[in-house]
Protein backbone atom coordinates (compact mmCIF):
# COMPACT_ATOMS: atom_id res chain seq x y z
CA UNK A 1 0.00 0.00 0.00
CA UNK A 2 1.93 3.19 -0.85
CA UNK A 3 -0.26 5.69 0.92
CA UNK A 4 -2.06 7.26 -2.10
CA UNK A 5 -6.25 6.32 -2.67
CA UNK A 6 -7.87 6.69 -5.55
CA UNK A 7 -11.50 6.87 -6.12
CA UNK A 8 -13.36 5.22 -7.73
CA UNK A 9 -11.44 2.02 -8.95
CA UNK A 10 -13.73 1.91 -12.30
CA UNK A 11 -15.80 4.10 -13.86
CA UNK A 12 -18.00 3.23 -16.94
CA UNK A 13 -19.72 5.78 -19.00
CA UNK A 14 -20.49 6.79 -22.36
CA UNK A 15 -19.72 9.34 -24.88
CA UNK A 16 -19.75 12.71 -24.56
CA UNK A 17 -20.31 12.87 -20.84
CA UNK A 18 -18.21 14.40 -18.09
CA UNK A 19 -15.94 12.45 -14.77
CA UNK A 20 -13.83 13.31 -12.31
CA UNK A 21 -11.60 11.21 -10.93
CA UNK A 22 -9.97 11.67 -7.33
CA UNK A 23 -6.63 11.40 -5.43
CA UNK A 24 -5.44 12.17 -2.01
CA UNK A 25 -1.62 12.28 -2.16
CA UNK A 26 0.28 10.31 0.98
CA UNK A 27 0.21 12.17 4.22
CA UNK A 28 2.78 15.13 3.88
CA UNK A 29 3.23 14.87 -0.65
CA UNK A 30 2.63 18.11 -1.76
CA UNK A 31 3.05 17.15 -5.42
CA UNK A 32 0.60 15.53 -7.05
CA UNK A 33 1.15 13.85 -10.63
CA UNK A 34 -1.85 12.27 -13.21
CA UNK A 35 -1.11 9.77 -15.74
CA UNK A 36 -3.12 8.26 -18.46
CA UNK A 37 -2.03 4.50 -19.11
CA UNK A 38 -3.19 3.28 -22.41
CA UNK A 39 -2.56 -0.28 -24.30
CA UNK A 40 -1.68 2.16 -27.42
CA UNK A 41 0.47 4.73 -25.86
CA UNK A 42 1.92 3.81 -22.12
CA UNK A 43 2.49 5.50 -19.00
CA UNK A 44 2.01 9.77 -20.19
CA UNK A 45 2.45 12.17 -17.79
CA UNK A 46 -0.51 14.39 -18.15
CA UNK A 47 -0.07 17.24 -15.36
CA UNK A 48 1.55 18.11 -12.21
CA UNK A 49 0.28 20.08 -9.15
CA UNK A 50 2.54 21.21 -6.38
CA UNK A 51 1.43 22.60 -3.09
CA UNK A 52 -2.01 23.77 -4.79
CA UNK A 53 -0.04 25.58 -8.12
CA UNK A 54 0.12 24.15 -11.17
CA UNK A 55 3.36 22.99 -11.70
CA UNK A 56 3.79 21.34 -15.15
CA UNK A 57 1.98 19.91 -17.82
CA UNK A 58 2.69 17.42 -20.46
CA UNK A 59 0.19 15.48 -23.16
CA UNK A 60 -2.97 16.55 -21.26
CA UNK A 61 -6.23 17.17 -23.96
CA UNK A 62 -7.42 20.75 -23.45
CA UNK A 63 -10.74 18.57 -22.79
CA UNK A 64 -8.95 17.53 -19.41
CA UNK A 65 -8.40 19.86 -16.32
CA UNK A 66 -7.46 19.28 -12.87
CA UNK A 67 -6.70 21.03 -9.71
CA UNK A 68 -5.49 20.18 -6.31
CA UNK A 69 -7.28 21.70 -3.24
CA UNK A 70 -6.06 23.46 0.12
CA UNK A 71 -6.36 19.52 1.68
CA UNK A 72 -3.76 18.55 -0.99
CA UNK A 73 -6.12 16.08 -2.61
CA UNK A 74 -6.30 16.59 -6.40
CA UNK A 75 -9.18 15.81 -9.03
CA UNK A 76 -9.02 15.41 -12.93
CA UNK A 77 -11.78 16.19 -14.80
CA UNK A 78 -12.51 14.54 -18.05
CA UNK A 79 -15.15 15.66 -20.10
CA UNK A 80 -16.95 15.60 -23.62
CA UNK A 81 -15.23 12.01 -23.32
CA UNK A 82 -14.70 9.82 -26.44
CA UNK A 83 -13.59 6.21 -27.28
CA UNK A 84 -10.14 6.45 -27.00
CA UNK A 85 -10.11 8.51 -23.50
CA UNK A 86 -10.61 4.70 -22.35
CA UNK A 87 -7.64 4.20 -20.30
CA UNK A 88 -5.90 3.71 -16.24
CA UNK A 89 -5.74 7.12 -14.78
CA UNK A 90 -2.99 7.15 -12.22
CA UNK A 91 -2.44 9.40 -9.44
CA UNK A 92 1.30 9.60 -7.91
CA UNK A 93 2.25 11.60 -5.10
CA UNK A 94 6.16 12.76 -4.09
CA UNK A 95 7.94 13.86 -0.85
CA UNK A 96 8.65 17.83 -0.34
CA UNK A 97 11.72 16.87 -0.16
CA UNK A 98 14.60 14.10 -0.81
CA UNK A 99 13.26 10.99 -2.47
CA UNK A 100 15.09 12.49 -5.46
CA UNK A 101 12.37 12.08 -7.19
CA UNK A 102 10.31 8.94 -6.41
CA UNK A 103 6.96 8.59 -6.87
CA UNK A 104 4.03 7.03 -5.30
CA UNK A 105 1.52 5.18 -7.03
CA UNK A 106 -2.25 4.93 -6.43
CA UNK A 107 -3.76 1.95 -7.71
CA UNK A 108 -5.57 3.63 -10.55
CA UNK A 109 -9.00 4.63 -11.92
CA UNK A 110 -9.95 2.24 -14.76
CA UNK A 111 -12.32 4.33 -17.19
CA UNK A 112 -14.54 2.75 -19.82
CA UNK A 113 -16.18 5.26 -22.64
CA UNK A 114 -18.79 2.80 -24.49
CA UNK B 1 14.92 15.60 -24.41
CA UNK B 2 15.18 12.80 -21.81
CA UNK B 3 13.88 9.57 -23.02
CA UNK B 4 14.00 5.61 -21.87
CA UNK B 5 14.01 2.65 -23.83
CA UNK B 6 13.98 -0.75 -22.34
CA UNK B 7 13.81 -3.64 -23.87
CA UNK B 8 10.85 -5.31 -25.45
CA UNK B 9 8.67 -8.24 -24.28
CA UNK B 10 7.54 -10.08 -23.23
CA UNK B 11 9.49 -12.28 -21.76
CA UNK B 12 9.13 -15.68 -20.65
CA UNK B 13 11.23 -17.12 -18.19
CA UNK B 14 11.05 -20.60 -16.25
CA UNK B 15 11.31 -20.37 -12.40
CA UNK B 16 14.94 -19.90 -10.93
CA UNK B 17 16.68 -18.86 -14.11
CA UNK B 18 17.84 -15.13 -14.28
CA UNK B 19 16.80 -12.31 -15.14
CA UNK B 20 17.57 -9.27 -17.03
CA UNK B 21 15.66 -6.64 -18.58
CA UNK B 22 17.53 -3.78 -20.08
CA UNK B 23 16.81 -0.07 -20.00
CA UNK B 24 19.11 2.89 -21.13
CA UNK B 25 18.30 6.26 -20.71
CA UNK B 26 18.98 10.11 -22.80
CA UNK B 27 19.00 12.88 -20.14
CA UNK B 28 20.92 16.30 -19.31
CA UNK B 29 22.47 16.57 -16.43
CA UNK B 30 22.31 13.49 -13.54
CA UNK B 31 18.61 11.99 -13.02
CA UNK B 32 17.25 9.80 -11.09
CA UNK B 33 16.50 6.12 -12.14
CA UNK B 34 14.00 3.96 -10.96
CA UNK B 35 12.37 0.79 -11.68
CA UNK B 36 8.52 0.11 -11.39
CA UNK B 37 6.67 -2.82 -11.36
CA UNK B 38 3.07 -3.57 -12.11
CA UNK B 39 1.29 -6.49 -10.90
CA UNK B 40 -1.76 -7.83 -13.05
CA UNK B 41 -5.07 -5.41 -11.92
CA UNK B 42 -2.46 -3.13 -9.88
CA UNK B 43 -0.97 0.40 -9.91
CA UNK B 44 2.84 1.09 -10.24
CA UNK B 45 5.25 0.00 -7.02
CA UNK B 46 8.26 1.47 -7.15
CA UNK B 47 10.49 -1.74 -6.85
CA UNK B 48 14.32 0.03 -6.63
CA UNK B 49 15.91 3.42 -7.54
CA UNK B 50 19.15 4.61 -8.10
CA UNK B 51 19.97 8.49 -7.51
CA UNK B 52 23.94 9.09 -8.82
CA UNK B 53 26.35 7.02 -10.89
CA UNK B 54 27.50 3.79 -9.74
CA UNK B 55 25.06 3.13 -7.26
CA UNK B 56 23.24 0.14 -6.93
CA UNK B 57 19.51 0.01 -5.74
CA UNK B 58 17.75 -3.26 -4.32
CA UNK B 59 14.60 -4.87 -3.37
CA UNK B 60 13.11 -8.04 -3.03
CA UNK B 61 16.48 -9.40 -4.67
CA UNK B 62 16.66 -7.04 -7.95
CA UNK B 63 18.85 -5.37 -8.17
CA UNK B 64 20.01 -2.28 -10.57
CA UNK B 65 23.26 0.01 -11.21
CA UNK B 66 23.13 3.34 -12.46
CA UNK B 67 26.02 3.12 -15.09
CA UNK B 68 26.51 7.23 -16.33
CA UNK B 69 29.28 5.83 -18.85
CA UNK B 70 26.92 2.71 -20.76
CA UNK B 71 23.73 5.37 -19.98
CA UNK B 72 22.19 2.20 -18.56
CA UNK B 73 20.10 0.75 -15.40
CA UNK B 74 19.61 -2.67 -16.34
CA UNK B 75 17.52 -4.63 -14.10
CA UNK B 76 18.70 -7.98 -12.44
CA UNK B 77 17.41 -10.83 -10.48
CA UNK B 78 19.68 -13.69 -9.77
CA UNK B 79 16.37 -16.73 -9.58
CA UNK B 80 13.13 -15.49 -10.71
CA UNK B 81 9.53 -16.98 -9.12
CA UNK B 82 6.35 -16.84 -10.94
CA UNK B 83 5.15 -14.13 -8.36
CA UNK B 84 7.83 -12.29 -10.22
CA UNK B 85 5.51 -12.34 -13.25
CA UNK B 86 4.10 -9.00 -13.89
CA UNK B 87 4.99 -5.38 -16.11
CA UNK B 88 8.14 -4.10 -15.49
CA UNK B 89 9.01 -0.09 -16.39
CA UNK B 90 12.25 1.85 -16.41
CA UNK B 91 12.05 5.27 -15.37
CA UNK B 92 13.78 8.68 -14.88
CA UNK B 93 13.57 11.56 -12.77
CA UNK B 94 15.66 15.08 -14.39
CA UNK B 95 15.47 16.70 -10.59
CA UNK B 96 13.35 16.12 -7.77
CA UNK B 97 9.62 16.79 -8.27
CA UNK B 98 9.26 16.43 -11.76
CA UNK B 99 7.15 14.03 -13.55
CA UNK B 100 8.73 10.72 -14.13
CA UNK B 101 9.75 9.63 -18.19
CA UNK B 102 9.21 5.54 -18.76
CA UNK B 103 9.66 3.18 -20.84
CA UNK B 104 7.48 1.28 -22.50
CA UNK B 105 6.98 -1.89 -20.10
CA UNK B 106 8.73 -5.28 -20.18
CA UNK B 107 6.30 -7.83 -19.85
CA UNK B 108 7.68 -10.89 -17.32
CA UNK B 109 5.96 -14.14 -17.54
CA UNK B 110 7.77 -16.80 -15.21
CA UNK B 111 6.88 -20.59 -15.98
CA UNK B 112 6.32 -23.04 -12.90
Redo the contacts between chains.
Sequence with gaps: D?GVTQTPKHLITATGQRVTLRCSPRSGDL?V?WYQQSLDQ??Q?LI?Y?NGEE??K?NILERFSAQQFPDLHSELNLSSLELGDSALY?C?S?PR????????????TRLLVL | GNSVTQMEGPVTLSEEAFLTINCTYTATGYPSLFWYVQYPGEGLQLLLKATKADDKGSNKGFEATYRKETTSFHLEKGSVQVSDSAVYFCALSPTGNTPLVFGKGTRLSVIA
Excluded at chain 1, 97 to 108: H, K, L, V
Design positions: SSYGLFQYRAGFASTSGRGAQYFGPG
